[in-house]
């Protein structure tokens, strides 16, 4: 699917709001039947655009108050290092996500803790155990201005 039409890119809309909306509820807010809304929620999950459906969390009330971007540099680069670093970042809960990135660093992190004790804790037992790792750099977020994993959708208005 290269092109996102104006009905799925309200439904892409609608389900980023609420991905609770039961098929019915979508379809009366797209002033549409049933059946052509669900075989269109469908597609749109079988192409991968819709990967799938998760609770938003609140994670100062599950306790973890430090968010922290991590910068990281690494002197290996092999196949072996890079896929045994994956591995770790990979099934690590308090990474939410790593990206790799140009410029002076390998790899961009977000990582969350309980506190400063607990984000200390973790860059010893588990960052500066990464391999291949050569520097850590960490810019602790003061005050979240904007969190959202809402996507800009093309055909739906602004």
Not at 35 to 48: I, M, Y
Request: charged residues 25%; glycine residues 6%; contains cysteine.
């Amino acid at each position: 699917m290269s092109s996102i039409d104006t009905v799925n890119a309200q439904i892409l809309e609608l389900l980023q709001s609420d991905g609770r909306m039961t098929n019915a509820k979508l379809a009366e807010h797209l002033n549409m039947s049933e059946t052509p809304c669900w075989r269109r929620l469908k597609k749109l999950e079988e192409t991968g655009i819709i990967e799938g459906y998760q609770a938003h969390l609140n994670r100062r009330k599950l306790g973890l108050g430090v968010m922290a971007f991590v910068q990281l540099s690494c002197s290996e680069h092999n196949q072996a290092a890079t896929a045994e670093f994956q591995r770790i970042i990979e099934v690590t809960p308090n990474i939410l996500a790593c990206h790799n990135t140009t410029g002076e660093d390998d790899f961009l992190l977000i990582v969350v803790a309980r506190d400063l004790d607990d984000y200390s804790a973790f860059v010893d037992s588990t960052l500066r155990r990464l391999p291949g790792v050569t520097s850590i750099r960490s810019n602790l977020s003061l005050k979240e201005m904007k969190a959202s994993s809402k996507l800009p959708v093309c055909g739906s208005e602004r």
